[in-house]
């Protein structure tokens, strides 16, 4: 794929990257300015810590109390690690809970990186049974877990992970009730294992917040030890690569930050900075203010585009999301778009680039799904992509 | 360590922070406002790439080219990885190269950070013998590994690693003749193992560099697997944490940057615009040009303060550097030194802190070596905790 984004005529409607039009090139002159001009020694160019810049941790607590109301900021602070991306704190997560052979329970469809990364450490996703809804089926889920018991599974099941607000790929949310039924039958099987729930698009809602408390406050979860992760990039400059994890755990938090110690013994204490400080003066909620109706537009631009095109009359079906950068569509079943399907070759022929589908599912992946970002491009652009795209989807109608 | 640096009055000679006073705060702003008005796209806040930034890594290949005269900047470019500080690459190789029971040769002393990670990783660390006068001993060695090969563990025995220029935490550089030796005695053996040589402090000499070929173009090293490991952040500012490493062989390289892309898919992108931009400009250098005598000047004042309090009368012998952060004491035999030792308990009631020596060493640790930083203290303040070490050392004589 690195090849192909660099073709030149091609356009992506893969890359999960963001506006280069609306980064907050001001705000990030101006923080790195101030800092520049503080009294006192430069400390923000010095080493910061490993656990993440306190100052920093301090406002993410704050920002986290505010969204999720009943927890107390302290707590939070006490259990806030900063890391290079949300990544980072994935990863972490996932070598100190993981062996090789392990199961991770995950969302269906997931987020292909995290699918990747389990891959990579031997660890298999099980994907969560879903209802003819698309939403999370408590009774197939006992099901699952009782197979899963039966085959002697069971104790090799770590943690469960979902993306769980404008997800990367579906753009689909949580309700609360999904997340409560999850929980629900996890216990009743005695399974309170490490939950992460991964918000990293809880910001980039259009017009209004998802309502929908997280795992650190749904009274089904509290048995469980749990990580809320998020990423400060995704929302403001990806450039700036910070993301963090609040911990409820405090020997889980321990061993991941034992680990980090060993991988770079702390995120770069310099962009934390220009976080604390974009984030104390406004400048923060200011760019999020600004990208939310852009990013609205764009998605409003791709889903027009694809629905003048044609292709609901192709028999392609999607939600039109409320939030995040993606469009996730299902085509007709017989159709594969799959990883080097015929559809997916047409594609980069006709000039243009998605994610496929199955690439997004820890297992018994389906071959008819794409996710289609409109994050990077904009203007005649993404409308030139979405036109490419429904061009191939009417040649293989 | 992380409390004790937080209580007031006490006076670190352990942390290997660097200099506060020389942080470069012009050259980081005047990046910054210059990357905010180039025209085009603002891509430096946009994310990277996993490998790291193409402009940078040519600055970093042509920058070793000119150390190492003879290896062409192509070649260089194609083996670069940029990392979140030279920490990552060095877990990143351990963690592709080992398993849980292997063994790695390592420097005495050693850098206490990687040995640290060996530990995390269930890796053991094996010292390089050394002879009378500190040097690496080529017979020495030859039986250590006949012993080794009569044990079974030549089999688990993946790498050797060494700091080879004004070592952490000897400040000692390797001739190129020990480096030959130790490349020759591996290769008698058919041990062509991979090679880490670590350059952390290679720019960081007062007056001159020190002149030794690394491993990348002494012959006896040829048929290694090799990476190359340096810093710009102890050079430069700590804050901005971008690493790098140049390896010599693809499938080892490919692997490192399989798991960098579970680990965080790139490091800061924001960071290497900048580097790039003061490596280009001649900012990186002009800083070196201004920290290289700071340091000389802060080494100086630890190194006549332990003279003229009377150290050397108490039989306390140590090297006087020629570039790096840091004084390596060797105590009288007799005196431990070491963590937990009365005399780091001493030191610490005091008002002073140090590394343990005992912490430097791979196995076989000797408790009579104490490790001073003057990265972080200058002026009276370093002075003043230096008479406090040596009023500790002579109420132990």
Known sequence: MAMALETPGLLSLAAGFTDNKTLPVGEVRTAVEELAQ??????????GTNRGRPGLRRLLAERL???????????????MMVTNGSQQALYLAMQVLCDPGDIVLVDRPSYFVF?????????????????????IDGEALRRLLADMEARG?????????????????????????????????????GLTIPVLEDAAYRDLYYRQPYAARSVLTLPAWQAFPKLYLATLTKSFATGLKVGYGFCSDRAWLDKML??????DFGTANFNQAVFERVIGDGGFEAQLARIRPAYEAKMR??????????????????????????????????????????FCHACVREGVLYVPGDLCFGDD???????????????????????????????FA
Chains 1, 2 share one sequence.
């Open 301 to 342: 631009s791709l889903h027009g585009t694809l629905e003048a095109e044609g292709l609901p009359a192709l028999g392609w079906r999607w939600a039109e999301p409320t939030g995040g950068l993606y469009l996730w569509l299902e085509a007709p079943r017989a159709l594969d778009t799959g990883m080097n399907s015929e």
């Open 365 to 395: 992946a389906p071959r008819h799904f794409a996710r289609l970002s409109f994050g990077v491009l904009g203007g005649d652009e993404l409308i030139q992509a979405a036109r490419r795209f429904v061009t191939v989807a009417r040649r």
């Open 65 to 79: 109390a505010a969204l999720e109301p009943g927890l107390a900021v302290e707590a939070l602070d006490a259990g």
């Open 115 to 135: 699918l990747e990364m389990l891959t990579g450490l031997g660890v298999q996703a099980r994907s969560l049974p879903l209802d003819g809804d698309g939403r």
């Open 153 to 189: 599974e069971t104790k090799r099941l770590k943690a469960v992970y979902f993306v769980s607000y404008f997800s990367n790929p579906s753009a689909r949310s949580l309700a609360e009730v999904e997340k409560t039924v999850l929980a629900e039958v996890l216990a009743e099987r």
């Open 38 to 47: 503080q009294p006192g020694e430069p400390e923000y160019l010095q080493y």
């Open 258 to 263: 034992h680990v980090k110690g060993h991988h």
